[in-house]
């Protein structure tokens, strides 16, 4: 669910972009004598650029703000090595969340956001986090207790069950999981999906986008069926491919979580994961530009 791949590179011209809202163009900046490739994201109205290799904070800052300005989009969302903190800091942008040892076990990375007007970065439901918050310090000295249930790791075969079950529990996504075509493309490059069938039905399923040079894995497209919610098996899908990562020696593993559903929220905490901060209205997933939850955890 973090963000749609780029099929390919691409320049500041938008045009024959495809009729999908959720198509994502590249832009690629010259930033301090690095080439360093920015998302634009018209979808959740931002551009985001994931682990910049440059070290002029205050170019790529410049450079971010000024992107985001061309393609009239009004938030930037940019994952950085934490070296490059004090000096977008410095630059205007804010800490929005901190990632232990993302970077290959080795280096944090720093969640790092800017917005042109405050409204725009502006929590978008304080209400709803607050009572998720609530719930997660209730549960935090709860055991989960569950049934022991079987997942599988899902084949290509899998993808037009996986895209329904997505497509059918969210209105909107950043990325286009309801496509078959889609998630059997992320299949075959070997994004570890679990999935769970009761019969011939799918119940439950989930992801773990690998962000293959960090070594490290956004665990995503979290979907249980309304009718067999609340029994754990989220947890156990994604206790699973926390093992998949493992196997694959993976450091750590992370999460973006919809703020206001205590559900998913609950689910990381109970598998050890940690707390590190909250993008306000960064992603429009469910029924608007949500605010997303960032856990992680060591494997
Ligand atoms: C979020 C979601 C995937 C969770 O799936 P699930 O299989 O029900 O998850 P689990 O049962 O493993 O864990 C959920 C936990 O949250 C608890 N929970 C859920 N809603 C809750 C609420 N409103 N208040 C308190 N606890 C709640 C459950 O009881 C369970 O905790 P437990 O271990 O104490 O029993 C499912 O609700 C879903 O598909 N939601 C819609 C899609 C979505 O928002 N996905 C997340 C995108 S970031």
Redesign the pocket.
Known sequence: ?GIQKPKGAATLETEGREEDPRSIQMVEMAVGGSTVDVVDDPYSDRVRCDHPATRDEAQLAEALRGVADELGRHRVVTFVDESLRDGLEDAGFEVEGVMPGFYRGASDCVVMGWADEPDRIRPADPEGAALTDR?LRA?SD?P?L?AVVDTEQAAVSDASDIAEILGE??EAYPTPSSDPEYVANQIEDGVPFRVIREGDDLV?CASADLVRDARTAEL?D???R?T?????????ILNDLMDDLRRADFPTAF????AS????N??FQ?LGFEYRGRMARSCR??SGLED?NIWSRWL
Do not use: D, N, S, Y
């Not at 067999?228 to 156990?236: A, K, N, P, S, V």
């Not at 999460?255 to 919809?258: D, N, P, Q």
């Open positions: 669910m719930v549960k709860t989960g569950h529990t969210f439950a995503t979290c979907a249980t309304p067999h919610r609340g029994r754990g098996l989220m947890q156990t999460t973006l979580a919809r559903v205590p559900g998913i609950v689910a109970r997933i469910g997303m």
